[in-house]
């Protein structure tokens, strides 16, 4: 027994200088500025109010410093600056209690950081600060549709759905007369004769190989978790190709062609394409150069004037 106690008294003794340093270190804090947040990552929807918690918990001066800053694409600006609300929320915001801030019809450009920083200047540690993520929601818009009139039997087919504008990025589905589709028609007995896939995060409905029953009237939805939006419907026609016709489309172009080249041959043998003046040509050959031809007696003998220059 005595060897136990022994034990624990040293322990003890062990002991002491970490609990009067922890001592020590509490009461060099004591009345120290602490910060606080009921909520560090508000989410809100476009155009409502939202209020971005900040509160001293502990300080011992009485009119400390607030100041606010917004944190976005690498930047960082003044929010609240000498006693006064700055940048692009002045006059859609104001401060709350002492250190909170509250913004009126918050907008996308809204979505950052907020930092929170309050100076005490009488306490031992004279800075505190802390951080809000504000993210502001924004509905979709209806979205812009892309679907082909018509397509051949077999042939492939993209349509497309594309929004730009709801936050957070909205996911895609499409419908064939007010009928949702899967997004892989292999998964459904239903569409089992189809061939699609449905990208939710592009937009894009694929169809591998088209068939009659794929004709109908198409539109696509954009959703996120503050609403949805959909584009107006448009046909897709899938339609049967004619191959007797193109067959018979091409010999009759090429009869035509064969016609053509026939007419031609047969007007260059019946001279039409001969120029008066190749005719003349024919009639009266030209003279050589350097020659000339005189008459020398009444029955129409010729003989050389000069000869020719060499």
């Keep these: 027994m005595a060897l136990r106690r022994r034990r624990r008294g040293l322990l003890l003794c062990a002991r002491l200088p970490d609990f009067f340093l922890m001592l020590l270190f509490r009461g060099c804090l ?15 929807q476009e155009f409502e109010s939202v209020e971005l918690s900040c509160i001293i918990t502990d300080s011992q001066t009485r009119e400390p410093r607030i100041e606010w800053k917004k944190i976005k694409d690498a930047q960082t600006t003044y929010v609240f600056f000498n006693n006064r609300i700055q940048g692009d929320l002045a006059g859609r915001a104001e401060l709350l209690g002492k250190t909170s801030l509250q913004i009126w019809n918050a907008t996308r450009r809204d979505s950052a950081l907020y930092r929170c920083e309050v100076v005490a200047q009488d306490d031992p540690k004279e800075m505190d600060e802390i951080v809000i993520d504000l993210t502001v929601q924004v509905k979709p818009v209806p979205p812009v549709c892309t679907v082909p009139k018509a397509v051949p039997v077999g042939k492939m087919a993209t349509l497309h759905c594309q929004e730009k504008e709801g936050f957070p990025q909205p996911h895609y589905s499409w419908y064939r007369n007010d009928a949702p589709l899967p997004r ?27 068939r009659k029953e794929d004709s109908g009237q198409y539109y696509c939805m954009a959703s996120n978790d503050v609403g949805s939006a959909k584009c107006e419907a448009q046909e897709m026609e ?3 190709l004619n191959v007797g016709g ?9 009869a035509v062609l064969a016609l053509t080249t026939v007419g031609i041959c047969c007007a260059y043998r019946r001279g039409y394409f001969i120029h008066k003046q190749d005719e003349e040509s024919f009639k009266n050959p030209g003279r050589p150069d350097g020659v000339n031809y005189i008459r020398t007696d009444e029955e129409g003998d010729f003989r050389h004037k000069s000869s020719f220059v060499i």
């Design 238 to 240: 899938v339609y049967d």
């Design 246 to 254: 193109i067959i018979g489309g091409v010999l009759v172009v090429l």
């Design 184 to 210: 892989d028609s292999r998964a459904n007995p239903r569409f089992q004769n189809s061939s699609f896939l449905i990208d939710s995060k592009t937009g894009t409905l694929v169809f591998s190989a088209v």
């Design 30 to 44: 004591i009345g120290a500025v602490n910060l606080k947040s009921s909520n560090r990552y508000p989410v809100v």
